[in-house]
């Protein structure tokens, strides 16, 4: 079965510091990533997604992320992170079975992004 | 965008009894629905996916007797815990998707469940 990992439970960081959370994931299979973000009271929202061609994806709040199939990993990077990026950030896979798979989501463990004013 | 409603926001009751939390798509048909578990500084664990009006898919080691899934129709699934005990006071989170294949799926705000 598939597994995700997450390196960091939490990160802090200072406005305007750059980003990067680690995601890697074992299956030799084809897949597809994704990351959520779930802010403070509210439910998780889809960041961005990848599920071919460019390996280097935009997501919405100025958030990238870039697979790297050779290192099974799905960083998630922002340039200058923002107070209001204060948040919970998931990465999650599912495995791509021909489109006979219903896309069942295996999470990682999470990391907590504190952004201090 | 797509909105799902799930409720109630919390639960909190007695050993013994039967809760029932509601999963609602409401802008959109959910083909299938999903129910996931969160325990503290925990990821979402998958329970079981549930496509409208077929019984639900278990993920190994969820009890179906325990956690009964319904999806009578294309916008509402109910995940009922049966005579709750205090091992099963979790966060519960439902999601839905429309269609099939890969596509995103979109979150409810979760239940907190509280079993005293």
């Known amino acids: 079965a598939q597994s995700v990992s997450q390196h960091n439970h939490h990160v802090i960081l200072s406005e305007a510091a750059s980003l990067e959370l680690g995601c890697n994931y074992s299956?030799?299979?084809?897949?597809?990533l994704f990351w959520y973000v779930q802010y403070p009271g509210q439910h998780l929202q889809l960041l961005l997604k990848?599920?071919?061609?460019?390996?280097l994806v935009k997501g919405i709040k100025g958030f990238e992320a870039e697979f790297i199939k050779s290192k099974f990993s799905f960083n998630l990077r922002k340039p200058s992170v923002q107070w209001s990026d204060t948040a919970e950030y998931f990465c999650?896979?599912?495995?791509?079975?021909?489109?006979?798979?219903?896309?069942?989501?295996?999470f990682g463990q999470g990391t907590i992004l504190t952004v201090h004013p | 965008g797509a909105v799902v409603s799930q409720h109630p926001s919390r639960v909190i009751c007695k050993s013994g009894t039967s809760v029932k939390i509601e999963c609602r798509s409401l802008?959109?048909?959910?083909?299938?629905m999903f129910w996931y578990r969160q325990f503290p500084k925990q990821s979402l664990m998958l329970m079981a996916t549930?496509?409208?009006?077929?019984?639900?898919?278990?993920e190994q080691g969820v009890e179906k007797d325990k956690f009964l899934i319904n999806h009578a129709s294309l916008t509402l699934s109910t995940l009922t815990v049966t005579s709750a005990h205090p091992e099963d006071s979790s966060f519960y989170i439902c999601?839905?998707?429309?269609?099939?294949?890969?596509?995103?799926?979109?979150f409810g705000d979760g239940t907190r469940l509280s079993i005293l």
């Open positions: 999601s839905a998707r429309a269609g099939t294949g890969v596509q995103p799926q979109h």
């Open positions: 549930s496509n409208e009006g077929s019984k639900a898919t278990y």
């Open positions: 299956y030799g299979g084809t897949v597809n």
């Open positions: 990848y599920f071919s061609g460019d390996p």
């Open positions: 802008d959109f048909q959910a083909t299938t």
């Open positions: 999650a896979v599912t495995i791509d079975a021909g489109g006979t798979s219903y896309g069942k989501l295996t």
